[in-house]
């Protein structure tokens, strides 16, 4: 068997300027990155009358730590609607380091269904996320210089909230002490570092509309807080012009393929256990003004990334989707109902029928808090049984879900016609979308509608420093925005032990602080980390390149 990368480097892939061609990216537009890259100027949007297309959300159930197949389910039903006669585009994530070099190896679909060239897109790509670190650096210098330099804004240095960020997992600049050696060399003080794609940095380049918007929702970010309380913001530091000049072309959206030639943009990549887990607004739309349908995912399971797609990002954009797809699998199902990571690839009837309420959850979520129209997409892996593929789709018919077979990890398109044509018929149904807590909400009452609606746990519990923080926010004015809660990805609780659909737990948030630029306000929950560590046995233990540069292990 062919792994990933061996199928994805034994591809054809077409000339870029073809698959823009195809797509119908007038030349104007097109900036190449070599051969099979390119980005599309954001102005296409602003200056081409268009249609948008209808917008279909892959989401997932709780995963294993592997990953249950989003991105490959996503690419594959792209792909099958093609075949079947729909113009369609896809709208990715890009994948950070830490992940690639961390426990999921590369994230850039998989099988018969991947984008392309994966290497490129797994590894630096464009160069976006180096312009995201750059920008989030800059404002970090620039509020450190404020202070050494006369602190002229009364900054308290106990106060300060902006971190440097680093694309990698790296545990060792979690917490860390800087400024040391002398006046000349800073002010000493606790600081530490997040994770590139949890910086607001990130989530402002992903829902950013324009350059203009971009620069106005930089200037807004806070910083720190002076010796009164009051919030000091990147316009204070007139840093907002210079970090959007360091994102200017990053803003492009990237534009690649799929491995049957569909185009695909590959456009920012916030986490979704720590951040807003969805791809850039502007590579959306490009995706919705350039096909008949486009498709997306969001990050992790339902309970995170669909949560904030459909209450952040659709909220803050207008936009909505027109049907959603839930990924399970066998794996996953079974390590919900109680089996071991080493033992997922056994046949376990009786494991995979507990672990489905964590399946009938989530469709619930979607169908019954969002009402929007949704099918499950079994995703299957080779080392399912026939049998288990049968008891999972008798179980859903049995309990009313819709669901279909998806095979487009071994068969590439093919393998999803069958998932492509229910989509398109559910595209075709109306819906009553709805959010899960009303705009306007404040703090406490949009966490708490997130924890009993979406996760059913019995409510919240904050600790003196989250009840704190919260009062700071409400008195400066944020205490009505939006909530993106930081939360483990593999149980509805806070507690990654509680697997399946529990009960009768509550929610503890421990933390809380604002994103003002990217307009919402993050909830820390458990032991959620802005900077994850790498593990004992790394992907990166694994990659390697020859000496023609022909690169290994990338999956």
Not at 78 to 107: Q, Y
Not at 337 to 349: F, R, Y
Request: hydrophobic residues 40%.
């Amino acid at each position: 068997m062919l792994s990933d990368i061996e199928i994805a480097q034994a591809a054809e892939i077409r000339p870029i300027t073809e698959i823009a061609e195809k797509a119908g990216v007038p030349e104007q537009y097109l900036e190449q990155y070599g051969t099979y890259k390119a980005k599309v100027d954001y102005n296409y949007l602003r200056e081409s009358a268009h249609t948008p297309g209808k917008l279909v959300l892959v989401t997932a159930i709780n995963p294993t730590p592997a990953g249950e197949g989003k991105t490959t389910t996503t690419v594959g039903l792209a792909d099958a609607m093609n075949r079947i006669g729909k113009k369609t585009v896809v709208a990715l994530r890009e994948p950070s380091l830490g992940p690639v070099f961390g426990i999921k190896g590369g994230a850039a679909g998989g099988g018969y269904a991947q984008v392309v060239p994966m290497e490129d897109i797994n590894l630096h790509f464009t160069g976006d996320f180096h312009a995201i670190g750059a920008a989030n650096n800059l404002l970090a210098a620039m509020l450190d210089a404020r202070i050494h330099n006369g602190n002229d804004l009364n900054i308290d240095p106990r106060r300060i909230v902006w971190k440097r960020v680093v694309d990698m997992n790296d545990r060792q600049l979690r917490h860390i002490v800087d400024g040391l050696g002398g006046k000349a060399n800073g002010v000493p003080r606790e600081d530490g570092f997040d994770i590139t794609v949890a910086s607001e940095v990130m989530a402002i380049f992903c829902l950013a509309t324009s350059i203009t918007d971009l620069k106005e929702r930089l200037g807004r970010i806070v910083v720190g807080y002076t010796y009164d309380d009051k919030p000091v913001t990147a316009h204070d530091l007139h840093a907002e012009g210079a970090m959007a000049a360091l994102l200017k072309d990053a803003l492009k959206p990237n534009l690649v393929q799929t491995l049957e030639g569909t185009p695909a943009f590959v456009h920012g990549g916030p986490f979704a256990n720590i951040a807003h887990g969805c791809n850039s607004v502007m590579a959306t739309q490009m995706a919705r003004a350039l096909g008949d349908y486009a498709v997306t995912e969001a990050g992790f399971g339902a309970d995170l990334g669909a949560e904030k797609f459909l209450d952040i990002k659709c909220r803050l954009t207008g936009i909505k989707p027109d049907a959603v797809v839930i990924v399970a699998t066998a794996r996953a199902l079974k390590k919900n109902g109680g089996v071991p990571k080493d033992q997922l690839d056994e046949e376990n009837l009786e494991a995979l029928e507990a672990g489905l309420p964590n399946l009938l959850q989530h469709v619930e979520n979607i169908t019954k808090v969002y009402k929007l129209p949704a099918v499950v997409a079994i995703n299957q892996f080779p080392t399912d049984t026939q049998a288990e593929l049968d008891l999972i789709e008798r179980k859903c018919n049995e309990l009313g879900v819709n669901v279909r077979l998806s095979q487009v990890w071994a068969k590439g398109g093919t393998g999803g016609e069958e998932l492509a044509r229910e989509v398109v018929r559910l595209c075709e149904e109306p819906n009553d979308f709805t959010y899960s807590y009303e705009t306007g909400a404040s703090i406490k009452d949009a966490l708490e509608a997130i924890a009993t609606k979406i996760y059913h746990a019995d409510g919240v519990n904050y600790t003196a420093q989250a009840e704190k923080d919260i009062k700071l926010l409400e008195a400066n004015g944020f205490g009505n925005l939006p909530v993106c809660v930081a939360k483990t990805q593999y149980s509805f609780s806070d507690n990654a032990s509680l697997l399946g659909a529990p009960r009768g737990f509550t929610i503890t948030v421990r933390q809380v602080k604002v994103s003002a630029g990217a307009g919402f306000i993050v909830a820390l929950t458990g032991n959620i980390m802005t900077m994850p560590g790498l593990g004992k046995s790394p992907a990166a233990f694994r990659i390697d390149v020859d000496e023609t540069g022909k690169i290994t292990g990338l999956f």
